[in-house]
C-alpha cells in the first residue's frame, strides 16, 4: 500500500458522494468525480496489471490518453467495456473492474514466472521459434495469451450512438490555456467556434498548476471563454476526443459522455492546442509500479487528492519539476529532487544531483540508486520534458522539425492547412502560449521571437551502458536491448523497427515510447534524429469503439431493403417475404414447405391464373425528339423502329460488350417511352442513360424520368388472364401480345401492358400507389372465382425458368455477351453505332470457346440439380466448362430443368454432358434453354 | 438479422414522432409531375403560381417545384395538371409521376438538428438543388415556417421512419443548447 | 470526407458523387474502322497521373456528369466545369 487519499485536496471529487466498486475482487472505496485511476491510487492499490509479454507487475503511469498500464476490464450493470483507460473512466458505484493479462489477479499473476525467460523472449522471437513442429500445435496457446483483455460475445454493443455532422468557423482542438484563449480570441471576432477538449473540464494543465492568463485567474478567463463561444454561436464538447484529421478541413469526434455522440466537423480554420505529453527517464526496471509521470502526480494530487506514496524521488532536469514537488511537499510527502543538470537552482526542496540507475522492488518500488548509492523511496517521479502532441497535425499531412534548441519535434510551419500553438508547438512557457494562442484566434501573425539561445542544460536519453533492462514501451514490453537488437540484425528504419519491436503499436500508440525508440535507434546507428525520423500517423488518434462509428445502423436499420405499398396486403394474405434485389418481396403465400407451396403456386398460375405484384421492375421515362437516338445508341437492341403502342425486349451493354441488363421498352408515342429495368438496376440503367444524353445525344433533346415508385404494378398470368379480369371489373383494352395501351380505373388512367415474364397470357396492370388497394381488392374478390391465386416469387421464378427466360446475373456473369444468350441479330444487322458494338467484334467475343446459354435435363429421377454445379466432359481430363445457372422442378412438365452457361453450348444440344457438384457426378441432356412451349402458344391464353 | 422477420413499419398518417425539438408526422403530397428541360416554360405552364425550390428554401404555397437538378424538378400541386405526360413542344417533358413521394414534415426549431443526424456533412445550404443524401437515401429536403419537409421515395418510407425515431430516443436533453 | 464542387448543386460531400472516368478519351468511331489496339486503349489505357488530374465525376443527386480536377496526391480539389453542352 503506497498511495494515499489526501484530506482536502480534491477539486473534482465530491466527498458527500462516497461510490464502492471492486478491483480484482476487492472492494474499492473512492467519491463521484473519480476516475478509475484516480480513485485505485488513492486506495493504495498499486499493482493494476501484468505486463504483456513479460508478466511483470505494472502501476499507474500517466493521466490520460497516454496511460500504458492501468488498462482494465469495466463491467457496470449490463454494459461491458474491455480494455479501458483507467485515467479516462469516471467511477461509478458498483462497477466491476478486472486486471487484463493476468490470472486470476494482477497481484498474483500465474504467468509471472514468463518474466524469469525474458532471455528467450526479446523483439521479435517468433520469428526465430516455433518452428519445430506445425503451426497449429501452437496457434491454439499463443491465441489465448496474446492480447489484453477479453470480448464478452454475450454483452452486445448498443446501437445508439448518434452521427451528427456539423459546420463552424474555427475549430480549436484542445482546451489548455493557449485554446482557450484562441476560442475566446476568435469568438469576439463573431465566429462561430468549436472547441473540443478530451477530459471533463476546460484548463488543461492549469487545473493543477494554477495560473493566471492575461491578470486574471484562469478560471475566471475560461468561464468567459465559455460564454463568449456559446452567445457567438459556437459549442463547447468536453469528454470529446478528437480523433481523426481527414480532407478538406473534415475532423471527426468522439464524445465519450451522455448521451455518447459521434461528431463528423468541418471547419474553415483550425487551431490546434492539443498540449504535450511528460516524457519519462529511463533506467534499470523503470517499469516498476511506484514508476509515475510527475506531471501525472501533480494532476492526481489537486483534481483528486490522490498522492502516490510517501518517500518520493522526482527525477528532473528543468524548473518544470519544481512546482510537482513543492506540491507534494505541501500535501505532506516526503520528496527529494534527483536533478541531472550540472548547474540545477535551489528551490528549497531536498536535492541531489545525478541520476537514477535503476529501481529495485519486487512487486514495487521500494529504494532506488542514485549516483551508484541505495536510496529508500516508495514512488518515482519522472520529469523527462515534453514531447509535443502532434497526431493530428501529422495526420493532416503535416511535416516536423527536430529543435535541439528546445529537444523536441515541432511543426514544420506551413505543411498542414492549420495553426498550431501552446505546448503542441514546442511552448511552455504560459504567457507565451496564451499569447501565441490569441493571436491565432484572432488572425493576427505572432509575434516573430527569437528560438531559446542554447539547448537545454541536460537532455535524458535511454543509456545502454546502464547495467539491467530499461523499458522503452510499456504497453508493448519493449526494451532498449530489443532497440539494439533490431539495429544488429538490419531492421534499423523506424518503421521496421516499430514492426519488428513491436514498440509503439500498443494501444497508447507509442505516446511514451516513440521518442525514446527514436533516440535510442539515431544513437545506434550514428544518425542525427532528423535522419532517423518518424512513422507515420494514422487515426485514430485514440482507439475508438466501433459502435461510436456503427450508431444506429444495427438490425433493421442496417442496409434495409425497399417497401411494397402493398406489403400489408401482402401479409394480410399469408405471405412470407424475401429480399429480392433490394425489395421485400413475397416469396409464397400461406404456411407449408416453401418448395413445395411455390411449386403449387406455379401451377395454379400455369393452369388458370396467378397474381403477383410487379412493382420493383424499374419505369424510366425517356422523353423528347431525341428519345428514340438516345435509347438506339445505349441499346442493343434498335427501338427506333418500334410503333407506338408496342414494348420490345432489349439489352443493355457496357462498353466491354458485356450484358449489364435486359428489359421490355414500351412506345408510348413517337418522342416517348418507357424503359423498365432490373429492379435492382434503376440507377445503374438511369446514369448510363445519362451518359449518353449529356455527353452525345444532347441533354435539350431527351429527358429521362424515373418514375418507378410512383406506380404499383399487378400482374395478371395465366390462361384465364382475361376472364380474371373482366370478373375483376376491369376493362381491358384490346391488346395482341407486347403491346400497351390504357384504360381507366376508378376514374384514373390505367396503364395495360400486354407482356410475359412466364409465357402465359399475361397483363401487367399499372395504377397510382394511391390506387394500389382498391386494385389489389378488385383482383383479391375476383380470384376465388377463377381458381387463381396469389403467386410470390419463387413461383414466377419457377415459371420463367421453364420458358428460359434469362435473370441478369444469374443467368448471365461479368463475361457473358448477348450472342451467347442466343441474341446475336443486332450484332450482324446493325450498322449504326451502339455502346458495346466494337467490343463484341474481338478476338475474344469471336472466339469458338464462349459459354452459351443452353438447357439441361436429367434422366436419372426427379432430384434438381445444384445450381452452381460444374459442367465437365465425359472423358478426358476435368474441365469446368460453365456452371448452371437456375434450377428447379417444373410442376408443368414434371421433371427438373435447368438453366447453364455451357462452352460451346449450343453445338452441343442434343448431346450430353456430365454435371460435378461436390464430388457427386450426373449425367445430363443439353437442351434449348426454353423447356416449355418453345411456340409461344400459350402467350394468347 | 432473418430477412423473414421485418416487422417495422413506415409512419402513418396521423401518427407522430418526437424527436430533439422536433415533431415528425406524414405530409400531404398532393399530384406529383416530374419535368425536366426548360423549368420556366413547364412551370408557367402547369404551376404559374409555384415557386422554384432549392435546398430548405422556405415556401408555404400548396403549388411548389422542387428543384433537383439543373434542368429537373418535381412539381406539386393540389389538382393533377393539364398537360399530358410526355414531350412538349414549349421546351420541357412532362411525367405522371403517380405517388412516388412520400412526405414527412419536420416541425420545431430542431428539424436541421435532426438533418444533421443523417448527413455525412453540414447541409448544403443555399445550395439551388434541394436533392441530397439523407441516412444513405436520396431525398429532397424544402422548407416550412415550422421547420422543414423531407421528400423521399416511398419504398423507403420504412426504413426513414425507423432512423428518425432512433433520432429521437438518442438525441440527449443537451442537444439544443 | 472530401468536398466536391458540382458544378450546378455546389459543394457536396463526396458521398454524394461517383468516379466515371478519365477525362480527355473521346469514344473511337466507327467500330469498323478502330483497330483492337485502339479499342483496348479506349477500354483500359488510363495516364493515371501523379498530380493535377482531370476527371469526369457523376453526382448521384442531381444527375450531372462533370469535369473534375483534382490533385490525385493532396487530394486538393482544383476546380470544376460543366461538359459541354450545358447552356445555364
Redesign the interface.
Known sequence: MTGWRHQTLGRNIDRSKPLRFSFDGQDVDGFAGDTLASALIASGQRILGRSFKYHRPRGLWGMGAEEPNAVLDVRHGSEHWPNTRATLARAQDGMTVTSVNAWPTARGDMFRLMDLAHRFLPAGFYYKTFMALPWRFYEPMIRRMAGLGRVDPSCAPRADVAQVSAECDVLVIGAGPAGIAAAKAAAETGKRVWLVEESSQLGGTLRWRGGEIGGTPWQEFAAATREIVLAAGGRILTETTLWGAFDHGSFAAWERGVPERHWRIRSTRTILASGGIERPVWFANNDLPGVMSAEAAFHHLILYGAAPGRRVLLAMASDRGVPVARALTDAGVEVTLVDARKTPVDCGVPRVTGRIEAAHGRRGVDSATVNGKRIACDTILCAGGTTPTLHIWCQAGGKLDWDASRDMLVPRPGTAPMTVVGAAAGVLDLETAVEDGWAAGSEIEATNRPAPKSPPDHVFRPDPSLPGRQWIDLQNDVTLKDVTLAAREGFSSVEHLKRYTTLGMATDQGRTSNFAGLTAMAAVTDRTIPATGTTTYRPPFQPVPLRAIAGPARGALYHAPKRLTLEDMHRAAGARFREYGGWLRPATYGAGDETTVARIEAQTARQSVGVFDASPLGKLDVIGPGAADLLDFTGYVRMSTLKPGRARYGFMLSETGIVYDDGVVLRLAEDHFLVSTSSSHVEGVRYRLEDARQDRIGRGRVFIHDITQGFTTLTVTGPKAREMCRKAGIELPDLPHMGVGQTSFEGSPMRVARISFTGDLSYELSVPANLAHALHDRLDTALPEVGGCWIGLEAVLILRAEKGFILIGKDTDGATMPHDLGWGGPRTRREDEYIGKRSLFTPEAQGDKRRQLVGLRVRDGDAVIATGSHLIEDQGARRSLGFVTSSCFSPTLKRPIALALLENGRDRIGGSVQVFNDGEVRSAEVTMACAFDPKGEYLDG | MDERLWTDRALADGEAIAAAGCRISRSGTGHQTLVSGDLTAAISMLAPDAPLLGFAEVSDTPEQAIRIARDHALLVTSNPVQEDPGWHSAGFALSDAGNRFACLDLAGHGAMDVLAHGLASAAPVGSPSAALYFVGLPVLVTGTRTGLKLWVDQAHLTYLTGFIARIGRNAGPAFDS | ???FP?P??????E??F?F?VEAGHSR????ER?S?AE?AAY?YANKSPKGESREVW?H??????FILSRDTV??A?LGSVT?P????
Open positions: 470526407m472530401q468536398h458540382c450546378f448543386c455546389g459543394l457536396r460531400n458521398t454524394e461517383h466515371a473511337p468511331e466507327p467500330a478502330v483492337d479499342w477500354l457523376l448521384l443527386s442531381c444527375g450531372e456528369y493532396t487530394r480539389v461538359l453542352g450545358v447552356t445555364r
